[in-house]
């Protein structure tokens, strides 16, 4: 309901746009969250994304690029005037602005970073050391300090003075050193009496993360211990910046979506590139791998064209095999995958889920298997047909569940993001060895019967 109605507003924004009308646009897109402006974007073309910034203010241009995807922003950024870039980046806190620089193109960026304000300019450039997915990358510098020799009346009278660019959730206090040294809410904050230490009221047992740590980890923190602000420091405890939650919001959307379109071999830009070659650019490795592997495949039922000669009926089942194979390995991978994203899985736990999967593929392979042993038997031309097809395809699905489950965690030991098992990779590997066991099961048992 609510698509629908935004749908309707940028139809309406792009006749305005079309008919001349647009002096009415100025007071009516104030009317809207920046979160909606950018959406509302999603429905119009390039050339009107553009024309909508010229009747907003910096400071809206600002929130709307930040709720943008990278992909669509990184186009209105390459023709944005840099004096009005400048102004944007000026006005947004130092993570968000960092976001927006890295989709800049180089030498514009220098550009803009050169003609804004010398120490939000330093804050930049510094965040933009970090890799983009690593807690420094993520983090804000605007935060607020005190000093832990002050009292909590001190404290409140202090953050009054402050212009902080984002929410505060909380105070950092520091020592002489600049060390982080306790965290004090705003709610123990306003509670306690103002002649009070704060070094008494604050809390010193606190979660804290340096700027190298990957994001996936800070949200598992963030979430484990129900976080509104994350503070990071460097290997000797100063205080860097800090994470907000909904920066760790963005970085769990962020996660999901890549881990969902990696299992079928993409990734974002596919979505928002409109250009069928750069689509077929992203697919195209892809299918590559399966091509391989199901040349591979190609290649065991050549070798294997004796025992086809014996028992031609066995033909007819290859595509029972290879789709229930892969379809029991996507399950389990799919399983470890999200375990894996969330941490409730980990390698401390491999026999316990490996040692399930393998009793859920058992299952699952005994009832497959009197199903299609019992068609086999009845329509083969070999009598011991059902047979042969029923223990294949048992230790085919056994197999496949064990694969699903431990090329996950391979990759994850490698440090390979184990979303990528969950594509193309799992369901090729399947097909490989469900068909190298049918066969070699097959050969076996028809010369053991023979």
Known sequence: MRE??????????????????????????????????????KFIGHKEKLRVFDFLPPEKIAWVLSEMESVVRQDIL?????HLLSTVIGSMPSDDAADLIADVPD???????????????????????????????IMTVDFVSVPENITAGETINRMREMEPNEPIYNVFVVDEYQRLAGILTLDTLVRAPAEKPISDIMNKDFEKVTPYEDQEEVSEIVKKYDLNALPVVDE????LGRITVDDVIDVIE?????DILKMVG??????????????????????FVTLAGELLTCGLLMSFSKTLTQAIALVFFVPIIMAIGGNIGIQSSTIVVRG???????????????????????????TCSVVVGTVAHFIGDTPFLGIIVAVSMFFAITTAAMTGTLVPLLFKRFHIDPAIAS?????TSNDITGLLIYFALSTLLLNHIS
């Open 107 to 137: 030498e514009k960026a220098e550009e803009v970073l050169s003609s804004i304000n010398r120490e939000e300019s330093e804050e930049v450039q510094k965040l933009l050391e970090y890799a983009p997915d690593s807690a420094g990358g």
């Open 423 to 427: 594509g193309p990779f799992i369901t």
């Open 78 to 82: 390459k023709e944005m005037d840099v």
């Open 254 to 258: 962020e996660e999901a979506t890549e």
């Open 266 to 287: 993409t990734n974002e830009e596919e979505l928002l590139r409109k250009s069928v070659f750069k689509i077929a650019g992203i697919r195209l490795p892809w299918l």
């Open 4 to 41: 629908k109605r935004l749908r309707q507003i940028s139809m309406v924004l792009s006749n305005w746009l079309e008919s001349g009308k647009e002096s009415r646009l100025a007071g009516y897109l104030q009317r809207f969250h920046s979160a909606d402006i950018a959406e509302i974007c």
């Open 236 to 239: 000797d405890g100063h205080l």
């Open 340 to 366: 894996l994203a969330t941490g409730s899985i980990d390698f401390s736990l491999l026999w316990k889920v490996l040692f399930r999967e393998m009793r859920v593929g058992m299952i699952m392979g005994v």
